[in-house]
């Protein structure tokens, strides 16, 4: 039978493309490890922040939140060990406070300085005398170590990086976060790793106000005369409720301050005139109230909103004081609250805008066709909002719900964020869900925005044909229904793996042609005005 060469000719050419098809599959799984590897680093780490961010929240000694923070960073980071020290003022030596994972005796044996001296240049030294974070990459390599290279390799500690710990303008000290890996702190686990000591000099910052707090309290109790002082002439709230909330005293800064006169206020209760029913996170303040005239010792310390007759909301911080008669029946509550509503703004912001970034580069590499979304999507809400005239306080939390707005697609497969064709029905399902998810991861966050709702209602629609909640008209935030029309013109304008981009004239039109309809007329107005007549441009840095 006769040899047809051609047969063999087109089989060697099915072998090489087949080899060539596992080598790429190879490349990608690979890659996929990689990214995955990657994302899972991430997460452990805003697992950490977040921990460490609810641990600071409640109240207890600056010690105990720093082992705390600890045992966080070992056994949800995954780090080898983790310490605090603060810097003594006499010696300028960094004193181990809080420790946590295999230690082994390292911190006793080693001796750290503040100064610039060969035990003060390693990266905690380093990252207290300049106010920054300091990272060793390779603790055996690096010659910045030597003073303690040996002590360090011996416990597994592959690499450092030291985190100052900032109270006001001045460094105290330092946290410390030592890895098994060579170069395991890039820059996304860096950032990540910053908002964690933020969120200690935050802590700490708070613990001073509230030792202030008490010193004060502890001053009005010793002296009638400094307590009538401090009521006519200091720069405080001052008001006497009984139990039931009613406004029995009112001073002069406090009149002014809420824009209220004596005649006004008096005999008033406090809900619904100085206070909101309902706090901006959803706190029940009535309920609040109720229960502070029953219970006053359990808010001997508190903050919260409250309202100014103009309707502007503003946070203040209060101590709080039972008044008792001879049988030990309440009969009034002293109240003495400074606003501290900036400071919590400038706090609030510096713990954690690192975070709500390092959580928007999450979601991109979760998602990396929509690289630059969500940053180009708060660009234009933003520019809409200040377009449209909202006050600067709710832009600032519009930018981050912008910066946030898609942040439940951490949830959803991966595949089903990149796939090129179609969507089967129960994938498009799940992807219509993530305003829900992203809503649920953020709702607990006590913002001083209303960030989770803005989340959730970023694709209802002004007819009710929106998802995930079907809301219609007003019953949608303004600032979601500005969000609405920011991510539909961004998305529209982009490339998308299932199409190409349309660009911006179409994304125009599609907002024109359903203004009234789907999206809130006087937003679509100011956003084709901004592009036509402004110059904005989606492209602008």
């Known amino acids: 039978m006769k040899d047809d060469g051609s047969d063999k000719e087109q089989l060697s050419k099915e072998v090489t493309k087949l080899r060539r098809e596992i080598t790429q599959l190879k490349a990608a799984a690979a890659q996929n490890r990689e990214m995955a590897a990657r994302i899972g680093g991430v997460t452990r780490l805003y697992t950490v922040l977040s921990k460490i961010h609810e641990a600071a929240v409640h109240p ?4 105990q939140l720093f082992q705390r923070a600890c045992r966080i960073a070992v056994e949800d980071g995954l780090f080898r060990m983790a310490w605090v020290g603060l810097v003594q003022p006499d010696t300028l030596l960094v004193k181990p406070v809080a420790f946590w994972g295999i230690e082994k005796g390292y911190l006793e044996e080693i001796r750290i300085s503040s100064a610039d001296i060969s035990e003060g240049r390693g990266p905690v030294g380093m990252a207290i005398r300049q106010g920054r974070h300091c990272i ?11 003073p ?19 109270v006001e303008t001045e460094t105290i000290g330092a946290i410390s976060f030592y ?11 860096i950032q990540l790793l910053k908002s964690v000591a933020a969120i200690l000099s935050f802590a700490l910052e708070s613990a001073e106000r509230e030792k202030q707090r008490r010193q004060a309290e502890k001053a009005l109790e010793e002296s009638e005369a400094n307590y009538r002082e401090l009521v006519e002439g200091g720069n405080s709230i001052i008001m006497r409720l009984d139990p039931r909330g009613n406004i029995k005293f009112i001073n002069q800064f406090a009149q002014q301050f809420f824009g209220y006169s004596k005649g006004e206020i008096i005999g008033q209760n406090v809900v619904g005139t100085i206070v909101p029913e309902v706090e901006t996170s959803g706190r029940d303040l009535a309920a609040m109230i109720g229960d502070l005239g029953e219970h006053p010792e359990r808010y001997i310390t ?9 309707g502007e909301r503003v ?7 039972g008044v008792f008669d001879k049988n030990g029946v309440l009969t009034e509550v002293l109240c003495i609250g400074n606003d501290i509503t900036e400071n919590r703004l400038k706090d609030w912001l510096r713990a954690n805008d690192q975070a709500v970034q390092a959580m928007a580069l999450a979601i991109e590499m979760r998602d990396p066709y929509t690289t630059g979304h969500q940053q180009r999507v708060t660009r234009l809400a933003c520019a809409l909002a200040q377009e449209l005239g909202l006050p600067e306080d709710r832009i600032k939390g519009l930018r981050l719900a912008g910066l946030l707005h898609d942040l439940g697609k951490i949830v959803v497969p991966a595949e089903f964020l990149s796939k090129p064709g179609k969507l089967r029905d129960h994938e498009w399902a799940i992807i219509q869900d993530h305003p829900y998810f992203g809503y649920e991861i953020m709702k607990n966050i006590d913002f001083p925005w209303p960030v989770a709702q803005m989340i959730y209602q970023h694709h209802e ?3 009710g044909t929106g998802y995930p909640q079907g809301l219609a008209g007003e019953e949608i935030l303004r600032e979601a229904r500005i969000l609405a029309v920011a991510d539909v013109v961004e998305a529209m304008a982009s490339q998308r793996p299932y199409r190409s981009a349309l660009g911006i004239d179409l994304a ?6 359903n203004k009234g309809i789907l999206y809130d007329s006087e937003m679509v107005d100011t956003c084709i005005r901004l592009f036509t007549e402004k110059g904005f441009s989606l492209s602008d840095q």
């Open 302 to 310: 508190n903050e919260n909103e409250n309202l100014r007759r103009s």
């Open 179 to 189: 890895s098994q890996e060579t170069d395991f702190f890039d820059a996304e686990n």
């Open 461 to 463: 629609r002004l007819n």
């Open 148 to 166: 303690w290279r040996d002590q360090a390799v011996a416990r597994g500690y592959r690499s450092s990086g030291a985190f100052p710990l900032i």
């Open 508 to 513: 125009l039109q599609e907002i024109t042609r």
């Open 136 to 146: 060793c990459t390779n603790i055996e390599a690096d010659a910045s170590m030597a």
């Open 60 to 63: 207890q000694k600056p010690k």
């Open 315 to 321: 946070w203040v911080a209060w101590t709080n004081k």
